[in-house]
Structure formats: structure tokens, C-alpha cells
T-cell receptor
Framework: QKEVEQNSGPLSVPEGAIASLNCTYS??????FFWYRQYSGKSPELIMF????GDKEDGRFTAQLNKASQYVSLLIRDSQPSDSATYLCAVNHSTSGTYKYIFGTGTRLKVLA | ETGVTQTPRHLVMGMTNKKSLKCEQHLGHNAMYWYKQSAKKPLELMFV???????ENNSVPSRFSPECPNSSHLFLHLHTLQPEDSALYLC???????????????FGPGTRLTVT
């Protein structure tokens, strides 16, 4: 089982719709959760981070965390063509005082004009 | 701009060459990372430095040699690489708050490496 799993997509949504991106993780000790956006040929750019169960909103973005189900999601409201990119989910967990970031393979989002 | 810079942005090298990648962060962070990103694969963590000390070496071949002279600078020295080492090499930094908790990472623009 992969440590962080994402559907590779592409996920296609029409402009103005809500895009829903999902991520599951295997380590119950994971503490911090991150969403990055990566445009083709560019480096990952941090969009959101969440540490506690529930929702966290920032502009058009909402991160949702459910530790019991080991599930984190990203909602993008009023999707724009400029949101078309690969979205990476990352999980941080600590083992014996050291910590590791584990990334998923990413979900490619296409917003259709 | 994220406050993390990398040079060079593109590098083509032969298998017998020796080259170095440089990363500098201007964020006052105390942890720095090297990642490798190949097509169709997740980001692979290579090395982690906390307060200039290496805390993670993720089974990386010895042809990759990291160096962290201070908490703002990180190097990746390359020698006798293989064609399969061609990839995007990303540097990142974060603030380690101790007690096993770290915060979000900020990435540099990456170095696109091609080994011929």
C-alpha cells in the first residue's frame, strides 16, 4: 500500500464549478497535511496546510481533514482555467523524534473554459 | 518567488563529469531538503538537514553527495551519474519547531538535470 494515495486523473471540471481533490494516507501517526500546486515544468507551490480535523478555508480553497478515516481533501470553488495544474498531497509524520514528508503522485486537474 | 533560490536552473552533464547544485534560502528556516522528481513518480526525498546536521539519507547512491555549510545554503555534489539520474532536483526549506513537528515546506524553482 502506498503511503499517500491520490487519483492521478485527469480530473476535468467546467469553469466555475467546484473541483474536489482527494488524498488518503496510511500512517495514523501523521500530524500535518499539505496541498501543493505544480504547474508543468515548475516547482510545487504551497496552497494550504491543515493540522486539525475539520475544514480550513482560504479564499476559494478549502482543505478538509478526517484523521479517523485517514483522508484529506481540497475543494476549489469557482474553478478557473488558471487552476489547471497537478495538485500534490503531502503528509508529515514523526518517528522517534525525526519527521518525514511523504508526497502523493498528484492529481492532474483540468478546468475547461 | 518563495525565498528559495537554486542554481543552475538547467544542467547537462556527461557521466564522467563532476558538478554541483546550489540552493539558498532567505526565509530564516533551519531545515533544508533535497528532492528528486522524475516523470510519473512522486517526489522522492533524498536528504534532510536540520541545523546543518544531516538527519535523513534516504538510501541515496554515493554518487550524490550533499553539503550544508550553514542553515541558509545547501549543495548537492554530483559525480559519475547515470542517465537514469536525469530528473528535476528540488530544494526546499522549512522551520523545524522541535518535538517532531515541522511546518510547511517552500520549494525552489528546481534544477533540470540531463545526464548524457
Amino acid at each position: 500500500q502506498k503511503e499517500v494515495e491520490q487519483n492521478s486523473g485527469p480530473l476535468s471540471v467546467p469553469e466555475g464549478a467546484i473541483a474536489s481533490l482527494n488524498c488518503t494516507y496510511s500512517d495514523r501517526g501523521s500530524q500535518s497535511f499539505f496541498w501543493y500546486r505544480q504547474y508543468s515544468g515548475k516547482s510545487p507551490e504551497l496552497i494550504m496546510f491543515i493540522y486539525s480535523n475539520g475544514d480550513k478555508e482560504d479564499g476559494r480553497f478549502t482543505a478538509q481533514l478526517n484523521k479517523a478515516s485517514q483522508y484529506v481533501s481540497l475543494l476549489i470553488r469557482d474553478s478557473q482555467p488558471s487552476d489547471s495544474a497537478t495538485y500534490l498531497c503531502a503528509v508529515n509524520h514523526s518517528t522517534s523524534g525525526t519527521y518525514k514528508y511523504i508526497f502523493g503522485t498528484g492529481t492532474r486537474l483540468k478546468v475547461l473554459a | 518567488e518563495t525565498g528559495v533560490t537554486q542554481t543552475p536552473r538547467h544542467l547537462v552533464m556527461g557521466m564522467t563529469n563532476k558538478k554541483s547544485l546550489k540552493c539558498e534560502q532567505h526565509l530564516g528556516h533551519n531545515a533544508m531538503y533535497w528532492y528528486k522528481q522524475s516523470a510519473k513518480k512522486p517526489l522522492e526525498l533524498m536528504f534532510v538537514y536540520n541545523f546543518k546536521e544531516q538527519t535523513e539519507n534516504n538510501s541515496v547512491p554515493s554518487r550524490f553527495s550533499p553539503e550544508c555549510p550553514n542553515s541558509s545554503h545547501l549543495f548537492l555534489h554530483l559525480h559519475t551519474l547515470q542517465p537514469e539520474d536525469s530528473a528535476l532536483y528540488l530544494c526546499a526549506s522549512s522551520q523545524d519547531r522541535g518535538a517532531g513537528k515541522s511546518y510547511e515546506q517552500y520549494f525552489g524553482p528546481g534544477t533540470r538535470l540531463t545526464v548524457t
